[in-house]
């Protein structure tokens, strides 16, 4: 698991020579060899290694021969084997001189493990430097070869928060990780598997740690301690620390965050009491203090927790924040702490705590943007539209209000391009009416509003999906996921928001992944959305939906178009009902989409004068392809279909290309489209639906795509040429062609 390239690299060996698979302990190269078919398999230890011929005692007579005869006896019971050694580094100076004769002379294959760093004899030393063997280093694990291991183990798909966490702390060491694995209090929801609690430290994880730690001095323990609390720290060390630390461009750094972990929780409470104080006396960084503050017990400064939670928030930290700002408000942070708090929990979906924080300190001077936040709450979070509106008197509030109940007209009324807050929301209104025509304003950071950059940013992606800007809005949510370390609302936000790109794309088994993961605590966009997704898919998702209807909230009108693709293609509902209810609304952006799913679904003859009105006037960048994609259906025009799949490949909507090309007739461009859109099961493509590319496939015909003939072929990846054959003709049937030269052009390349 997550070492195939590296396993057809030794069976290849196997074949030959022999190889050097090298690594640091524990990246799994005895399990790689443990899959090599072999005749021997040796096993050297450090208590044999300075025993002659040790590790060949079980090839040696019972009686004591001379040490030539010894040898000869392990020559021969070696000729012409294949043998695998494991930790080759340890074998005894006999062992590897008679080795090394084996391999120079062509007399056995040699196939054998050594642990990076480590001293060997010189025979073993000169297998690779006299090019005898070839040596490869077996790096740790990349994040997706972690994630391949822990579903196969598992299952199941693995939260992708909890495989972060394990990828990082094993640093990718398949030992490790095992050992994780095996320690940890795995829970499944709805079929994705996470962490229970914390990291699991079991005692032979510990054991395994505190052997690299057991021969420090007290002194650099205490360095290594403090590192666990603090790092980075500008600390110099000693040389006894070498492989424990690093230094990195911002200091001092523990080698391996396992040792973090290790050391945290074998450190003493007084001791990591007093590491923590220390820590905070002379570190100059206000979140890290007031964290350190904190967890030691001795934060007693309300305006330093508070200034930590803004921070927190400026870097997407909303569960730490709370925690700051709770603690804050705990010992006496008064009315900024409790704003502050009351902002984090509106961010959170714990609308009825918020407004309970709200109402206790609201005074009749509170500043405009907190009573924005308060009515956003209400009018959002708890449905309260009247109240809301009654509690806000400035003009962009209003303005946000009137936007989330569909009042477009009305809210850009009070709106100016002139001021770069409210030309956001009118950027909103432009997208939805059909009228965006960009740049999205720049908004300065407001202090006053802790999370105003992230609510902006949610706009600007609003604004780039709804308006056809797939790759921007895409580039910007991928940026915002990826910069929340913890599931936290905003997390889950925005993993909504890149499942609907995701699936916009045609990547609907990533955005299935995606919804799977997240557990909001309001879950309707997240239920139409995985409604649309499975659906999509092929599968029933009919419950799915009446979930979603059962929690239909009010207001948020300009987002009803997600509930109506899933109503479409769970229900069998009328896209035109759908685009005449967008419509009605003056939501012409969502109109268009909602006519192109009627065209999808085969009725492009009545969607096609709306269309072209549509073009003609607005600025949604796919308008224009949906109303040229109807009237190439309509004209069943192959060539005219050809160009509108170009066009929304063009674009990034590849399943609406694949859709496209598939009715265009035109099977290599169909059965490339259609393998970049992981299983969609559509009506449209379902008239030249064939299955897709198996892995091993692909991978050959990329391969022959290349240039290679079908015996390289066979070589490279140890298989017959018989194989390489049948795999290429079910290529060419899949694809639609007929001959070597068209492969590069129906794989894409």
């Not at 790096?139 to 196969?152: K, S, W, Y």
Request: proline share 5%; with cysteine; hydrophobic share 50%.
């Amino acid at each position: 698991m997550g070492r195939d390239a590296e396993l057809a690299t030794v069976r290849r060996a196997v074949r030959g020579a022999g190889l050097i698979v090298a690594g640091p302990a524990g990246v799994g190269k005895t399990r790689l060899l443990d899959e090599v078919v072999c005749d021997v398999r040796l096993r050297a230890t450090a208590a044999m290694s300075a025993i002659p011929l040790g590790v060949m005692a079980p090839f040696l007579p019972s009686v004591d021969p001379s040490p030539l005869a010894m040898l000869a006896h392990a020559r021969a019971a070696l000729h012409g084997r294949v043998v695998v050694v494991d930790d080759i580094h340890l074998v005894d100076d006999a062992t590897a001189g008679l080795l090394h004769q084996l391999v120079q002379h062509r007399e056995a294959v040699v196939v054998a493990t050594l642990r990076s760093g480590e001293l060997a004899p010189d025979p073993v030393v000169a297998l690779w430097k006299d090019e005898l063997l070839p040596r490869i280093e077996l790096e740790p694990l990349g994040r997706a070869a972690v994630v391949e291991v822990l579903e196969t183990v598992l299952g199941g798909v693995v939260d992708s928060v909890t495989a972060d966490r394990l990828w990082t702390t094993s640093a990718g060491n398949m030992l490790l990780l095992r050992e994780m694995h095996f320690a940890a209090a795995w829970v499944s929801h709805g079929g994705v598997w996470s962490l229970d609690g914390s990291l699991p430290l079991s005692p032979r994880l510990v054991e395994l740690v505190e052997t690299h730690l057991a021969t420090v001095p007290d002194e650099e323990r205490r360095l290594l301690e403090l590192l666990a609390f603090g790092e980075p720290l500008d600390l110099a060390a000693s040389e006894a620390l070498d492989g424990l630390v690093t230094v990195t461009s911002d200091g001092l750094r523990l080698a391996h965050p396992l040792y973090g972990e290790v050391l945290r929780a074998q450190c003493p409470p007084l001791r990591k009491r007093n590491h923590q104080r220390h820590l905070a006396s002379v570190i100059n960084d206000p979140l890290r203090v007031a964290l350190l503050r904190l967890d030691s017990g001795t934060a007693d400064d309300p305006a330093e927790l508070v200034t930590a939670a803004r921070l927190a928030i400026a870097t997407g930290g909303v569960v730490l924040a709370e925690r700051l700002a709770r603690a804050a408000w705990s010992i006496g942070g008064g009315l900024e702490a409790a704003q502050l708090l009351g902002q984090v929990l509106v961010f959170t979906d714990r609308a009825e705590e918020a407004e309970e924080i709200f109402a206790r300190v609201a005074t009749d001077d509170d500043p405009i943007e907190l009573r924005a936040m308060r009515a956003l709450n209400l009018g959002w979070g708890l449905g309260r539209s009247e109240e809301a509106a009654r509690m806000v008197d400035d003009d962009i509030s209003r303005a946000v209000l009137l936007f989330d109940a569909g009042e477009y007209d009305e809210a850009r009324a009070l709106l100016s391009y002139d001021a770069p807050e409210q030309a956001t929301v009118l950027a909103m209104i432009d997208a939805v009416q059909g009228r965006y025509v960009g740049p999205f304003p720049v908004i300065p950071p407001n202090p006053g509003v802790g999370l105003g950059s992230e609510m902006t940013l949610l706009a600007e992606v609003f604004v780039y999906s709804l308006h056809g800007d797939l790759a921007r809005a895409e580039r910007f949510a991928v940026q915002a996921y990826r910069e929340k370390a913890e599931w936290d609302t905003m997390r889950t936000t925005w993993a909504v928001s890149l499942a609907a790109l995701a699936r916009a794309g045609g990547r609907l088994l990533e955005a299935r992944r995606l919804l799977q993961e997240v557990r909001p605590v309001r879950p309707f966009v997240r239920l139409c959305e995985l409604a649309y997704v499975e659906s999509m898919l092929g599968n029933d998702a009919r419950s799915l939906l009446a979930e979603a209807e059962e929690l239909n909230p009010p207001g948020q009108r300009p987002y009803r178009h997600g509930l109506w693709f899933a109503r479409i293609w769970a229900a069998g509902a009328s896209p035109f009902e759908a685009a005449a209810d967008a419509r009605a609304h003056g939501e012409f952006a969502a109109e268009a989409l909602l006519l192109h799913e009627a065209v999808r679904l085969g009725h492009a003859a009545e969607a096609l004068d709306r269309l072209r009105e549509l073009a003609s006037t607005t600025t949604g960048l796919l308008v224009p392809v949906f109303a040229a994609h109807a009237e190439a259906s309509v004209r069943k025009d192959s060539a005219a279909l050809v160009q509108v799949a170009a066009r929304f490949e063009q674009a990034g909507f590849m399943l609406l290309a694949a859709e496209a090309a598939a009715e265009s007739g035109n099977r290599a461009l169909f059965g490339r489209l259609a393998g970049l859109c992981e299983g969609a099961r559509t009506p449209a493509l379902a008239g030249m639906a064939v299955a897709p590319l198996t892995r091993r496939e692909r991978e050959i015909a990329v391969l022959a795509a290349r240039g290679l003939t079908n015996k390289e072929i066979a070589e490279a990846l140890v298989i017959s040429v018989r194989t390489v054959d049948n795999h290429l003709s079910n290529a060419y049937a899949k694809l639609g062609i007929a001959a070597r030269a068209e492969l590069a052009e129906a794989l894409g390349g």
